[in-house]
């Protein structure tokens, strides 16, 4: 009987500490993901900010006055001067016959290439637009490389392509910069789904395919997480960002085995340490009284609720006083729970308040310091709200904030944060 009464009073707690190792345990992991996700977006970004560099100065480049007048002599000159300021390869001129004029890898007036031009340059004589291409094999050097070019203009008309060369060790540089454990692996894909830099054996898998499963995950959705296999068979969970800009995908892979053996540890010494307890209970539960100990053990969960801000659940106990004090419980905790709610809630709107709003602005600011990320905040005010109020009444102006909130809500992602600040002024995080 003794030791049934042991187990019955250790077992629960047991079970209740693995219940919770798993829940953090999810939690963690949802946690690594997010934080791994904010990474990848960070590193997304800072490609485009690198492509967008690239362009900004190929631009200021094309309105050359040497290009004008067609001393292409003089513009080799500029442009290798050019070079030292940029992070790029080098800098080719193209003209419509898809011939390159000069490029700053060969001394002006040396052979270069009659083919090898990548079809979305070529294209920049028709759409006028500017272009990046995926990975390719440089005619020059044969090496992989990937260009950005701008269209050079003339009375309107576009008579050359001005492109730089951008090296995929150039894009690993961005990659290093996020120092990944060591057993992550962190790749970015072109639009077709090549590799174009990696932090494991770039050498061996630059220029090769990533997957199929990446290309129809990105064109699924711009960012999110699945489970797959690396090129090397090492089963990860993959983190992924597409950029709108150069629709390149910055990939986190993260191994599975090390989530799970985490868990296994937690599990493996919540078991060792629920053998020790039952052997210890036996020798001090002869000094205690079972019917009252398991009374009060009940208590234990409905105050943890209560400390965590949690709803609590009265426990069946037999005995009265401690049955008062689960109930006084159950009463603290409704009480606590709409005193937080309506702290951090405006009252008319049910939306997040100006406190909850603040709250929330300084914790993605933080997210965003530590990530490099970005984020943004909507600023609303109502026009001619007062009239409202001053024509039909308050209880008109109560309705219309209420139709606003909701219209808010409805139009965006449940990610997102709406508040109202106070009057007529609205915020969205």
């Known amino acids: 009987m003794l030791f049934w009464l042991v187990t019955a009073c250790v077992l629960p707690a047991s079970l209740m500490a693995i219940a919770l190792v798993v829940y953090n345990f999810q939690r963690g992991q949802a946690q690594v993901l997010s934080d791994s996700l904010g990474a990848a977006r960070a590193m997304t970004a800072v490609v485009d ?3 967008a560099s690239a362009q900004a100065a190929l631009f200021a480049l094309s309105t050359s006055p040497f290009l004008s007048t067609n001393d292409l002599a003089a513009f080799y000159g500029q442009a290798k001067e050019a070079l030292r300021d940029q992070a790029v390869a080098n800098i080719v001129l193209i003209d419509a016959a898809g011939r390159e004029k000069i490029n700053t890898l060969k001394p002006f007036g040396a052979p270069l290439p009659t083919k090898g031009i990548p079809q979305p340059l070529l294209d920049i004589f028709a759409t006028g637009q500017p272009a990046i291409t995926d ?7 044969g090496a992989p490389v990937v260009a950005v070019a701008v269209p050079v203009r003339r009375n309107g008309e576009v008579i050359y392509i001005l492109g730089a060369g951008i090296l995929p060790e150039r894009l690993a540089v961005i990659l ?7 057993d992550w692996i962190g790749t970015i894909f072109d639009s077709a789904g090549v590799i174009v830099a990696r932090t494991r054996d770039a050498a061996r898998y630059v220029g090769h395919q990533g997957g199929a499963d990446i290309v129809q995950r990105v064109a699924q959705a711009p960012e999110g997480s699945f489970e797959r296999n690396t090129l090397e068979g090492i089963p990860v969970t993959a983190v992924y ?7 390149w995908t910055v990939v986190i892979g993260i191994p599975r085995g090390l989530l799970s053996n985490a868990l296994s540890r937690s599990l493996w010494s919540i078991l060792a340490g629920t053998a020790l307890l039952l ?3 036996l020798v001090l539960a002869a000094m205690i009284s079972g019917r009252i100990a398991s009374s009060v053990r009940k208590l234990v969960e409905p105050a943890l609720a209560l400390g965590d801000g949690r709803l609590v659940m009265a426990p069946s106990v037999h005995v009265k006083e401690v049955h008062e004090v689960g109930e006084a419980l159950l009463i603290a905790s409704k009480v606590l729970m709409t ?7 405006d009252a008319l709107t049910g939306l997040a308040n100006r406190a909850l709003f603040e709250e929330m602005v300084n914790q993605q600011l933080e997210m965003c310091r530590r990530t490099g990320a970005n984020m943004a905040v909507l600023f609303i005010d ?3 709200f007062k009239a409202v109020n001053d024509r039909h009444g308050h209880a008109a102006g109560d309705a219309l904030l209420k139709a606003v909130a909701r219209e808010l809500v409805g139009h965006v992602r449940a990610s997102d944060v709406v508040a109202r600040l106070g009057g007529d002024e609205f915020a969205i995080v």
């Open 176 to 182: 290093e910069r996020e120092r990944l454990p060591s």
């Open 339 to 345: 005193t937080q709610h309506l702290a951090m809630h």
């Open 135 to 141: 990975l390719f094999q440089g005619p020059v050097t």
């Open 241 to 247: 960002s597409r950029s709108a800009v150069s629709k």
């Open 382 to 384: 109502l026009d001619g």
């Open 279 to 281: 052997a210890a209970s």
């Open 49 to 51: 900010r690198d492509v």
